[in-house]
């Protein structure tokens, strides 16, 4: 059975990241021009701030120097978190989503936007927005159901303090 350089990347990388107190949620080593570049991406149930991304960084270049696993080439290392879209494949990515709207695509066909309100083991519980004035639904979806799902991106949401205070006034 071959390794790919990914998941011996993934190996060696993986452990150290989970010290930093962090999951190692993506490897890719992509040829640009002549260079290489690795991209990691990791992330946390707290997020992760400049100080802990250069930190993890840093370690990440320091076991990379020592061994050679990146090979004799020059390459380019960059560390990041996923993007504010990001796909939802693990439980712990749909944990981290709760409160933010998921369109998610159905493996029955079909999408539905909806707003994440809780996890378990078995699924999600949904809050679905109404249209056109309606008041919004409630909805559970097993994780059976659930062919991708991914965060979207609200410009425009108020957060539950804005309308407590709203309702006071």
Do not use: W
Not at 14 to 20: D, F, I, N, W, Y
Not at 66 to 95: C, F, N, S
Not at 126 to 148: H, Q
Request: net charge negative.
């Amino acid at each position: 059975m071959s390794t790919t350089q990914s998941e011996r990347l993934r190996e060696l990388l993986e452990p150290l990241v989970t010290s930093q107190g962090l999951d190692l949620e993506e490897i890719a080593v992509d040829s640009v021009g002549r260079k290489r570049v690795l991209s990691v991406v990791v992330d946390s149930d707290t997020g992760a701030d400049l100080d802990r991304i250069a930190d993890v960084s840093r370690a990440l270049s320091a076991k990379l120097d020592e061994t050679d696993a990146m090979g004799e080439g020059e390459y380019t290392l960059e560390v990041g978190t996923p993007g504010a879209e990001r796909e939802l494949k693990e439980h712990r990515h749909y944990v981290r989503a709760v409160d933010r709207l998921v369109k998610f695509r159905l493996t029955e066909g079909g999408d539905l936007v909806a707003r994440i309100l809780a996890v378990d083991e078995d699924g999600v519980d949904l809050e679905v927005p109404g249209v056109k004035g309606r008041k919004a639904t409630s909805r559970r979806l097993a994780f059976a159901d659930i062919a991708k799902a991914r965060v979207q991106v609200e410009f425009n949401r108020k957060d539950k303090k804005d309308v407590k205070e709203e309702e006071e006034a």
